[in-house]
């Protein structure tokens, strides 16, 4: 009982709160069950404090960048992957690729033995194989896939870039290659299916889950090949994944990575200093200082491919009239933005695409001038201004740190020209929702790039099948505009690409569907012990080489 | 006795009838479709909102629907939740054994400090141990919950970094929910981690558990303190003391269980302040109870959420005073013979 006792007695002094370690001693003792189990260390494990639930737990059916960031690159791989340092193509579930000379026949070389994650609710009888890849692309397109149906066969990203009119099919050569049939060479298919969207899903599984008639847990309840496997999920409290042990790319996985949700940015923060969190993602701009003074807290920042923009819904009117959005464009000081939102941390934006995209070319914004505005407002026949929606997203993202306060400045700036504004705000998910179903007048929003490639600001974003897929905010769709990109597609040769884009960014500016403000830096805070937790300039966040400490 | 419980019975069939009445009318004074609001189901096939239809019968007259709604709570099926598309009732399992048991423990250490507290402000009556506490209540009494719970945030979370400030339990300790009950389920799993993680537990209840106790302690130390004053001026007790019984003999002899006795009701009265107190509490401190699920319901206007919600609450204060109600009848006989039942 003594050796008990003081067993106990030196559990409690870890804690600095002795009273209540004593205190749970003599409760432990009472109760006369002392723990006989192998002590675990809290150090085999990593908590992540994210920002967001995961909307689903297959990257296919959604774009929310939060939910990407947790689940992406933790739980999948896809065929190949683009090097963020020199944006060239690198082998994952694929070894090899060949792209015929007409650019329409892709041949892929699969990896052997990339084991599925081993769950207590699946355990897969075979490795990886060309069924796998066939089942993932088909489900996306292939209306007799007998997943494609389920969830609405709503596949946003792919459907925005045209992908399922893309493949025509996708054959089997043999058990570890398979080629994909185009009905069109298109130069950024390969870097399409490199985005985090396009992982491969378990064939066998999906069959288990169908012979079961339970298929709406199969986005739920996901069996991949990445890092890490599902364990648990707990609505607005954890998502909780375990090593996966027999992951083919290395063995040096964390034991546990567990996502705190935490929603409230200064809340992550706060967690950061109590060391209840080892990484936090966006940290605000106003609390950077305060972070990077302390010892054990390490604040990365990295250039990333985004933009923040305000969006208007050109469909309802007055905003299908050009002229009244420039007006709203004319009457915001962005100079102030940059300073309050930002805090210097974000580039002004001078077109919809980043400086460091290839593709860039700087276009004549519209500049802060209340005085053009009104003219423009008395043109278009609201000389007495109007009432309209400001839609602000409640996350913190990088392309936006805080948009409530960008929407409170808009809206004074707003004020000056006669337009009494509303701000709405919902819980994030909800929000997205709504937001594809075109209920707001105007929301501040932003996209976060997947590829390099430039046309992912566009096609995802501005295309007609993007507003029909409820991917497209400002709800544009213009069939000049579509005609340029599909021009830009169509193409390889790259000076040929660049014209396009640039006309498309001209375009953009001179139409106003949006208004691009600012690009974000992405920025993550961690603390000192952690390694391995590289930023990258496009693309969700992967923790698969994270660590902690000595391990 | 028996007639007595008849009454009290009688009494909660009628406020549970009116609790559920408000509670269905719920769905006719939330904005938005009707049938939505009831299940929770949004963007209906329409073979489905026939289905549903049929079983909410929205067709029949408000009596019927009443009828088939109570039919469905006693069922328990409560619908689903707008934002998570789970069912309510499973949100309310998860989530309402963590408000209860941050409350009970709560009121635990209000029972364990206020009590003795009130007793020792009235055996030193006007001298200055009574100064001290009553000082101490009237400082506790008026401090706002959230304010107290940001200040101990900040001081023994962030300055000395001695707490942890969400949650229940470190996020890395991995508990099977058995009962919820965090501290019940460490205990059945054998003190899984060597006992750390019934320590950490113990670690995260620590301060909410402070600041949800403040309130009830200083309340139940008033209440102690006038009840005691009260019996302390009783004939009888000035017999005894005439007797020359000392002090204690007729603090704790004589006076207590008398004194007590409104004491015992205050406590089930605490409870739905407690609650009331314990959402704050929760959001403060990420606490995943039913208070911050129905907080966050409402900022996301999740009907059905915030409907199965407020009636858990509302079911659980009314049981719990009706419980309290109990225990005081038993030990005070005068209370039985109330004509009428009193909430």
């Known amino acids: 009982m003594v050796t008990r006792m003081t067993r106990l007695l030196n559990i409690s002094q870890r804690y600095k709160a002795t009273t209540i370690g004593a205190a749970a001693a003599l409760i432990l003792s009472a109760c006369g069950e002392v723990p006989q189990t192998k002590p675990t260390s809290k150090t085999q494990g990593i908590v992540y404090c994210a920002e967001a639930n995961p909307v689903s737990f297959n990257p296919q059916v959604t774009t929310t960048g939060s939910t990407i960031d947790i689940i992406a690159n933790q739980l999948y791989n896809s065929l190949i992957s683009i090097d963020p340092i020199t944006a060239e193509f690198k082998p994952e579930l694929a070894t090899s690729w060949q792209i015929s000379d007409d650019g329409k026949k892709i041949t892929f070389k699969l990896r052997k033995d990339v084991a599925f994650h081993t769950t207590d609710y699946f355990t897969p009888s075979r490795t990886m194989n060309a069924d796998d890849v066939i089942f993932s692309f088909s489900r996306l397109f292939d209306v007799y896939n007998p997943y494609h149906f389920v969830h609405d066969a709503n596949y946003p990203y792919f459907q925005s870039v045209g992908m399922d009119q893309l493949i025509r099919k996708i054959i089997k050569v043999d058990e570890y290659t398979v080629r994909f049939e185009l009905f069109s060479a298109e130069s950024s298919l390969l870097s399409n299916i490199a985005t985090d969207f396009a992982v491969i899903l378990s064939e066998e599984y999906a069959m288990f889950r169908a012979s079961e008639d339970k298929k709406h847990l199969f986005d739920t309840l996901p069996i991949g090949t990445g890092p890490y496997k599902y364990k648990h999920f707990l609505r607005d409290n954890l998502v909780r994944f375990h090593k996966h042990h027999a992951y083919w790319k290395h063995n040096h996985a964390v034991d546990q990575l567990v996502y705190d949700i935490t929603t409230n940015n200064t809340t992550r923060i706060a967690k950061m200093l109590t060391k209840e969190c080892d990484i936090t993602s966006h940290p605000s701009a106003t609390q950077l200082e305060a972070l990077s003074q302390r010892k054990d807290i390490v604040v990365d920042k990295a250039v990333n491919l985004n933009v923040g923009y305000w969006a208007f819904n050109t469909e309802k009117p007055p905003f299908d009239n050009a002229l009244v959005r420039k007006a709203l464009a004319h009457s915001i000081d962005f100079d102030k933005i940059m300073q309050a939102v930002f805090y210097g941390n974000g580039i002004a934006a001078q077109s919809i695409l980043p400086p460091s995209s290839w593709a860039y070319t700087p276009q004549a914004m519209p500049y802060y001038d209340p005085v053009k505005a009104k003219q423009y407002l008395t043109e278009a026949g609201f000389p007495n201004g109007f009432e309209m929606t400001l839609w602000a997203m409640p996350v913190s993202r990088i392309y936006n740190p805080n948009a409530r306060k960008m929407a409170e400045l808009i809206q004074s700036d707003l004020r000056q020209i006669g337009i009494r504004t509303r701000i709405v705000e919902y819980e994030w998910n909800t929000f997205i929702e709504r937001i594809g179903r075109h209920e707001h007048d105007s929301v501040l929003l932003g996209w976060a790039a997947d590829t390099p490639d430039p046309d992912n600001f566009f096609s995802p974003l501005l295309s007609c099948t993007a507003t029909f897929t409820g991917k497209n905010p400002a709800n544009w769709c213009n069939p000049e505009f579509d005609l340029l990109l599909t021009q830009a597609l169509d193409t390889n040769d790259l000076k040929m690409r660049k014209f396009y884009y640039q006309q498309a960014q001209e375009m953009l500016i001179r139409e106003l569907p949006l208004v691009p403000i600012a690009h974000g830096v992405r920025f993550q805070a961690r603390s000192a012990e952690i390694s391995g937790a590289e930023l990258r300039p496009f693309g969700g966040v992967s923790l698969a080489n994270v660590r902690k400490g000595t391990q | ?343």
């Open chain 2, 1 to 343: 006795m028996l007639d007595y419980l008849l009454r009290r019975l009688s009494l909660l069939l009628f406020m549970l009838f009116a609790l559920t009445a408000f509670t269905f009318s719920l769905n006719y004074l939330f904005p938005g479709d009707l049938l939505t609001n009831f299940s929770g189901q949004i963007n209906t096939s329409f073979s489905q909102s026939q289905l549903l239809e049929e079983k909410y019968r929205i067709e029949d007259n408000v009596i019927v629907q009443y009828s088939a709604f109570i039919g469905r709570l006693i069922e328990g099926d409560w619908g689903v939740s707008l934002s998570s598309g789970q069912t309510v009732s499973s949100h309310v399992a998860l989530l309402l054994p963590a408000t209860l048991e941050l409350c009970f423990y709560a009121l635990v250490v209000a029972i364990l400090l206020g009590i003795p507290a009130g007793i020792i402000t009235s055996a030193y009556h006007k001298k200055w141990p009574d100064k001290v506490i009553s000082t101490l209540t009237l400082l506790g009494f008026s401090i706002p919950v959230f304010w107290l719970a940001l200040l101990l945030i900040m001081v023994f979370c962030l300055g000395f970094g001695w707490f942890p400030m969400s949650g229940r339990i470190g996020l890395l300790y991995e508990i099977p929910a058995v009962t919820n009950f965090i501290l019940l389920d460490i205990w059945l799993l054998d003190f899984p981690y060597g006992g750390q993680a019934f320590l950490d537990a113990l670690h995260h209840l620590a301060l909410p558990t402070i600041v949800l106790a403040m309130y009830p302690t200083t309340v139940l130390t008033r209440f102690t303190r006038d009840s005691m004053l009260n019996v302390l001026e009783q004939n009888y007790i000035k017999t005894a003391r005439a007797k020359g019984l000392n002090r204690r003999q007729i603090i704790l002899d004589h006076a207590l269980r008398n004194a007590l006795l409104p004491v015992i009701k205050q406590i089930g009265l605490q409870f739905s302040t407690l609650i009331t107190l314990a959402m704050v509490t929760e959001v403060i401190f990420s606490w995943p109870g039913i208070g911050r699920w129905l907080i966050d319901s409402i900022y996301q206007r999740d009907y059905p959420a915030i409907q199965g919600g407020l009636l858990a609450v509302s079911m659980f204060v009314i049981f719990a005073n009706m419980l309290a109600d109990l225990t005081h009848s038993l030990l005070d006989p005068v209370s039985r013979n109330q004509s009428h039942g009193k909430v």
